[in-house]
């Protein structure tokens, strides 16, 4: 029999908190689909997604109601289509690209991730095909998400793919002006990116994957700041003794050990349906624009006045740390990301605290240096140089190559808008107002181009 | 050997197990399996007992009682032959939990266990928490068992529909999800 507390606790996760599966992500390999024709390749890819993915949504629907935890959103992740589709060129590339957008459709998927290319050591023709496309591609399909790995901790950073993803992400915003740029909300520029990820706009499925794999990502940051705010008004520890944040560290680690738990559950149970393997569960704080589901509001609720006031990258990095002890404990099968993310427009409480200019674009640089993800949604003023973008992008993957972790860009530089104004994306990328970029001129730094190589593993300082 | 079923039910206090236990024991009957349950000082205690052949229920029920008395006890107490067989064995069914909550009224939990009564549903266990945040609230918890051939979203439709009329919000669950979330598995 349960016991009353485990069953009022778990309630009041699903209830009261938000806790949901945030998505089942469908990773399916495509170098099996290769050829030299491109129509044929099409055909191929589509037959093979369809074969995998038309039972996915309803199995997805049908779990979920069973254990009546929602699976929010069913994506699909695919081999980079830099390399599956490296034969054809730009125009090619795009054509690709609508025909995955019809086969998510058709899916009833609400993603598909793996239009990326993985170019930290250099590019290929497929890589340059592909980044060349990007506006057009992204600009011209509703569902597809796009990253680039532009650095590793192993091959360094590639300055020449990061000066053109500069001058990308601007015309992305240009062929989505209509809409605010918004192509650039489904385009990321990674460092070290994960080859599991379930969660877009980073999804796909890497090399050393199997042929076709359920991932699962989960999230809860409502879960977490409502178990923190219940110890808090306690008052005291186990042990009666007043707070300190090792309280509030234990209580993060279990609740994230309990969120894992729900994605493991669910995700084995929708793999073994499917009749495919079980990849991974990441769980990440991935908040939304709905008040109490929110990773800006859980550092209210640890003291601080706001995100973005002094302590912040203190409290990220303990977040960020017990949902990975917490996680790693739940399961043998964690991957992914595994963190939490800050992505600004995602969230209520960060965006709020950008808009009233206590979070900076510096701020928010620092804090990716403990997350797990990096300068995520943020909108910048339309007419940012190519030059300064590629220049946040190279601090970024900078962080990430020397402290061998994941780190990665997504701004949105909104065509027409300057700083302070205000831009809604809807739905789940929320609303913005533009933040200003660092100012000065890297044009020069970031013409040299060419690679910084990678770091010295021993010396550490 | 014959088996008896013997409840017991009456105000708790210290010594009471031992009491009924020692009298059952006095009685012949060897004890095959115990469940004792306390609610709001209540104390409710059943246990399926093996008796050598030749004695009756009224001669058992009789030793009982005159020990209970003698003992000072106010307990009520039932003696019954057990039933042979468990509701639900070697039919397929799958654990769940049902979560009702809203302001109390009458005839919500019959109201409820009437779906399941419709369903060939069985409840396993049945909990009251009344007053826990406003003490006008009321959350009942039915853990059920579900028989493969019913269809869980109709149940959980006819539920939600119930439970309306009587304006509870009802959740059905599979229970591994409580036990994943809460525990865990030895090894």
């Known amino acids: 029999m349960l016991s009353d507390r485990e069953v009022t606790n778990t309630l009041n996760m699903l209830r009261n908190e938000h806790l949901d599966v945030r998505t089942v992500t469908l990773g399916v390999s495509l170098f099996d689909c290769v050829s030299h024709d491109l129509e044929l390749f099409i055909a191929n890819v589509q037959a093979k997604i369809a074969r995998y993915a038309s039972h996915l949504v309803p199995i997805c629907n049908e779990i979920g109601a069973k254990y009546g935890i929602p699976v929010v959103n069913k994506r699909i992740s695919v081999s980079p289509i830099a390399v599956v589709a490296a034969p054809f060129g730009p125009e090619g590339m795009v054509k690709v690209c609508k025909a995955l957008d019809w086969a998510a459709k058709e899916a009833k998927v609400d993603f598909l991730g793996g239009y990326s290319a993985l170019v930290e050591k250099g590019l290929a023709n497929g890589d340059r095909a592909l980044l060349e496309s990007l506006p057009d591609a992204l600009s011209q399909t509703e569902r597809i998400c796009s990253s680039i790995n532009v650095a590793s901790s192993r091959a360094g950073i590639n300055m020449d793919a990061i000066a053109l993803m500069g001058q990308q992400i601007l015309g992305c915003a240009k062929a989505s002006a209509d809409k605010d740029g918004i192509a650039c909300a489904k385009l990321v520029v990674f460092a070290n990116i994960p080859q599991d990820v379930p969660f877009m706009a980073g999804a796909y499925l890497g090399v050393g994957e199997p042929d076709v794999v359920i991932n699962v990502g989960v999230s809860g940051p409502g879960v977490v700041r409502k178990a923190i705010d219940r110890l808090l008004q306690r008052g005291t520890n186990d042990k009666g003794e007043p707070l300190s944040l090792l309280d509030m560290a234990e209580v993060i680690k279990r609740t994230a050990y309990k969120v894992t738990r729900v994605g493991e559950i669910i995700g084995t149970e929708v793999a073994q349906r499917l009749g495919l393997p079980f990849g991974v569960a990441d769980l990440s704080l991935a908040p939304t624009p709905a008040v109490g589901d929110s990773v800006g509001e859980i550092f209210q609720s640890l003291g601080l006045s706001s995100i973005g006031a002094p302590g912040s990258t203190a409290v990220l990095a303990m977040l960020n740390d017990a949902v990975k002890k917490g996680g790693a404990f739940a399961s043998s099968s964690v991957g992914g990301l595994s963190g939490a993310f800050i992505p600004v427009s995602e969230d209520s409480s960060i965006e709020d605290a950008a808009a009233r200019g206590l979070l900076s674009m510096e701020k928010l640089e620092a804090m990716t240096s403990v997350c797990s993800v990096g300068l995520d949604m943020i909108a910048i003023p339309g007419d940012t140089p190519a030059s300064s973008i590629a220049g946040i992008i190279a601090d970024e993957m900078a962080i990430g190559m020397i402290n061998h972790k994941t780190t990665a860009v997504r701004l949105i530089p909104v065509p027409g808008k300057k700083a302070g104004d205000v831009v809604s994306f809807g739905g789940l990328l929320g609303k913005a107002t533009i933040m200003p970029v660092p100012q000065g001129d890297a044009s020069r730094f970031i013409a040299l181009g060419g690679r910084v190589p990678a770091p010295i593993n021993s010396l550490k300082n | ?187």
């Open chain 2, 1 to 187: 050997m014959q088996k008896f079923t013997v409840s017991f039910l009456g105000r708790d206090c210290p010594g009471v197990v031992s009491t009924v236990s020692g009298l059952l024991n006095e009685c012949g009957c060897n004890i095959l399996a115990a469940t004792q349950s306390l609610l709001l000082g209540e104390f409710a205690g059943i246990f399926i007992t093996a008796v050598e052949e030749g004695l009756s229920r009224e001669a058992l029920q009789d030793s009982l009682e005159r020990g209970l008395k003698k003992a000072s006890l106010d307990l009520s107490l039932i003696v019954r032959p057990t039933c042979e067989g468990i509701w639900g064995e070697g039919e397929a069914c799958a654990p769940f939990v049902v979560s009702a909550d809203g302001i109390d009224g009458k005839g919500q939990i019959a109201g409820i266990s009437r779906v399941f009564s419709r369903h060939g549903v069985n409840i396993e266990s049945l909990r009251a928490f009344l007053g826990e945040e406003d003490e006008k609230r009321a959350l009942f918890v039915f853990e059920i068992m579900v028989p493969a051939s019913v269809d869980i979203g109709r149940l959980r439709r006819e539920l939600a529909c119930e439970g309306q009329t009587h304006g509870l919000r009802v959740s059905v669950q599979h229970r591994d999800i409580f036990e994943a979330v809460n525990r865990i598995e030895s090894i």
